[in-house]
């Protein structure tokens, strides 16, 4: 297996930011007690959805990220990305369970 074999299940990365046009059957949930806040996933989002999680709430250096769930396309690029290149720490749950778990309403 070459070193390029690696990457080949990877989306492109986003050139242009997109606008959500419809309610995703799924949306990203970071896991931030398995995210390490290396941000890789964040270039690949194509609606720029994911920040780091204020510096505020954790009081460590280098905070995990989160998803803003609105915004969330449901496109698994992220998911895809942390999987591959870092330590797994995002999934794509189902859109109603996020509503129910979260409390809030997803457009």
């Known amino acids: ?41 964040i270039p690949f989002c194509p609606v720029d959805c994911i920040e780091p999680v204020s510096k505020e709430k954790y009081n460590i250096p280098i905070p995990p990220v989160q998803v803003r769930f609105n915004e969330c396309i449901g496109c698994n690029a992220c998911a895809k990305a942390c999987t591959a290149l870092t330590w ?20």
Do not use: F
């Open 1 to 41: 297996m070459s070193s390029t074999d690696r990457y080949a299940k990877l989306p492109l990365l986003t050139e242009n930011i997109r606008d959500k046009k419809t309610r995703p059957k799924t949306v990203a949930v970071v896991d931030e007690d398995n995210c390490t806040g290396c941000q890789v996933c």
């Open 88 to 107: 797994d720490a995002i999934r794509m749950i189902k859109t109603d369970l996020v509503e129910e778990r979260y409390n809030t309403t997803i457009k």
